[in-house]
């Protein structure tokens, strides 16, 4: 185990997959809460959430700028990109997803399951088939600082499937605390879910849970603990292309290889929230954290959606 100033390497391996000398930058900050980072290629650009400033932000790598996409923002948190490269948001305001269409206007996907509203969807992923996954813990609706207070109309804080061709909402899984961070393995036949119930609840394990993805259904199959975060919570988290999970903690951002081994950690001075890979190879590593936006240059190249 060695520690290099910003690296702490546990595994040799992870060596290979950070480059020593480059630097951790601070590219924006002033947010009350940094969230959701996005990578359109197509634009050259980073999205993200500054969630209580009711806020979606953009960088810009080309002159190290950032603006205001959208304000306000609905509580916006976590974001992606569909098939088509159109943002897919989960918005704590109105508990809903919603797909920003080309022409700039809104589609509500999902606000709802078995007549009931959604609690507050919080982070979210599209699959290869263009089926849409997403998580619905209580943070929005816990206090009137990321959303709206209220009790919750949902039994369980569930993981869900929008299907890509009739719009269906199914409740996947439904016995997470809090259910946070999602993204596939490469070959998209394991879905990895955080737990980041101790934020409330210290006797919540703060771990990845990993589930086999079946095609009968679709199905979850239920593989247990992927990994276990031993610095804060785990909340969200991005997959690079040999399998590795890159995973948001207290002290930074925590590494895994694909067996849940913990190898290695990048320190970052505030607290964690999410990450994603950008640039133009993939190899950029985008961090929000607190009040700021980091971005470090590595070796590894992030799935995502292209």
Request: with cysteine.
């Amino acid at each position: 185990m060695a520690e290099q100033g910003l690296y702490e390497i546990i595994d040799p391996r992870f060596a290979h997959k950070i480059v020593g000398s480059a630097q951790l930058e601070e590219l924006h900050t002033g947010c009350r809460w940094t969230e959701g980072p996005v990578w359109f290629s197509d634009h050259d650009a980073l999205y993200f959430s500054d969630i209580p400033n009711q806020r979606v932000l953009r960088y810009l790598p080309s002159d190290n700028s950032v603006s205001v996409y959208a304000e306000p923002s609905n509580f916006a948190n976590g974001h992606t990109r569909d098939r088509q490269g159109r943002l897919i948001s989960c918005e704590h305001g109105p508990r809903r997803v919603t797909r920003t269409e080309i022409d700039g206007t809104i589609t509500v996907l999902a606000d709802s399951f078995e007549g009931k509203r959604l609690n507050s969807p919080n982070d979210v992923v599209v699959k290869s088939d263009g089926s849409i996954w997403f998580t619905d813990p209580s943070y929005g609706i816990l206090s009137d600082y990321e959303g709206y207070q209220c009790q919750p109309e949902q039994a369980v804080h569930g993981v869900y499937r929008i299907d890509a061709q009739s719009g269906e909402v199914r409740l996947m899984v439904d016995d997470f605390v809090q259910p946070n961070g999602l993204a596939f393995s490469p070959d998209e036949s394991v879905l990895y879910v955080a737990d980041s119930g101790a934020s409330h609840d210290p006797d919540v394990p703060r771990h990845i849970r990993a589930f086999a993805v079946e095609a009968s259904g679709p199905a979850l199959r239920d593989l247990g603990p992927f990994a276990v975060i031993d610095n804060g919570i785990p909340d969200g988290f991005r997959v690079d292309t040999d399998g590795w999970v890159w995973c948001s903690a207290a002290d930074g951002v925590q590494v895994f290889d694909n067996a849940g081994k913990l190898c290695g950690r990048i320190f970052v001075p505030q607290t964690v929230s999410n990450l994603t890979f950008g640039g133009p190879r993939r190899n950029r590593l985008f961090i929000t954290a607190t009040t700021s936006l980091y971005a470090l240059y590595v070796t590894a190249r992030g799935v995502q959606t292209p």
